[in-house]
């Protein structure tokens, strides 16, 4: 092993600090215990081995339940080449495990965008048979720079809202060379991760970065999708008012209905205590509301990318800026007020805290394992589009899910079946 540039790099690894691995592993020991779904496949699938033959590049969050989606596709017999999938979410102590137990990967926490797309690069020269994204970056990256290796790829999948966002637009344009499945729209992942997995995770992230009280204040989240309902939730619970900013008319109304106060950026800029972007748009924040703001205005996104808080224009209306605690800058001014800034805009919930509780990622990544195994199976019998998860599947994982915590389902019985179909019936 060689030291380069202060990095550990290997034979098939570059990451911060291998020495950290010991940490890391007791991080992923933790998080295999509360991934119960997850692990059951693991133990189903190891000595078979399925996916022998397998080699899945992947670029998503290294947390440390990746890891133990990843030690899963292993175990089933696939090999691996990881990357992360943003510059600020890698956790060094886990990539460090992952590398010292013979994973291929490529990631450290803080890298720049060169070194991004460097990481992104190595796991495509392992020439992937699948792919698995989260924003679409490495299929992207395939697409444009690489695509004569789309012909020895069956499929790929993808995680989260925006990526799948991308990928339904390159479909549609008939760019896609493959088949993909969005591993985001099914219900065990985006009603339960983007949800409760943001919603908790998100507020999280904004007390490691600021340590505030949020009882009393005014809180504002941009969009009430998937993630920005569940932020809300978890910020009302903790006793803030929350105001909710939006596009979209049915989602505006169900934010109103559900008790929280909507109105435009425009009016909540200038009321706001805490600012959190949820949209997967850019620029939902720009200069007009930042002169708006109120001083000591704390402003954080946890959507895929950091476009939503324009930080261009908080740059040009800065006259000082420090790093006042970790993931939190200080913006001064030129009229002497003060916005904080938390994770330079970038995933507040990955870059400030740890991501989503484990528990939660135990569905979306079982529905990750699963899609992976249907794609070496069928893949190459799909034309290159973006398809749903099955609904069996969605079952199959909620059911395990419940009977992991110990609770029972009803079965509706025969006359209940016939009933469901029998139009006929009335009052
Ligand atoms: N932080 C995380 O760990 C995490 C987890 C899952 C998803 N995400 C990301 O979060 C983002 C949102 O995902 P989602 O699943 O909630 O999507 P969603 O489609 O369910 O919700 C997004 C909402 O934002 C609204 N919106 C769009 N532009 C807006 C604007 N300018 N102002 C106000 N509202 C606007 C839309 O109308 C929609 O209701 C995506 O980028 C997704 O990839 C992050």
Known sequence: MAKKNGFDVGKDYK???????????????WAESRMPVLMSLREKYKKTKPMRGMRVSGCIHVTKETAVLVETLRAAGAQVSWSGCNPLSTQDDVAAALAATGTSIYTWHGMDTREFYWCIEQTLAFRPSLTLDDGADLIMTLHTKHPQLAKGVIGGTEETTTGVHRLRAMAGDGKLLYAIIAVNDAETKWDFDNVYGTGQSSLDGILRASSVLVAGKIFVVAGYGHCGRGVAMRAKGMGANVVVTEVKATAALKATLEGFQVMKMD??????????????MKDVIVKRHFERMKDGALVCNTGHYDCEINLEDLEKLKKGKRTIRSNNEEYTLKDG?????????????????EGHPSEVMDMSFANQFLSLLRLSKEGKKLDPRVYDIPEKQDQAIAKLKLSTMGLGLDKLTKEQVAYETDYLAGT
Do not use: C, H, M, S
């Open 267 to 280: 009016q909540a800029a200038r009321v706001g205590d805490i600012f959190i972007t949820a949209t997967g």
């Open 15 to 29: 990451v911060r600090d291998i020495e950290l691995a010991p940490a890391g592993r007791k991080r992923i020991d």
């Open 337 to 353: 007020r003060r916005v904080y800034i938390l994770a330079q805009g970038r995933l507040v919930n990955l870059a400030a805290a």
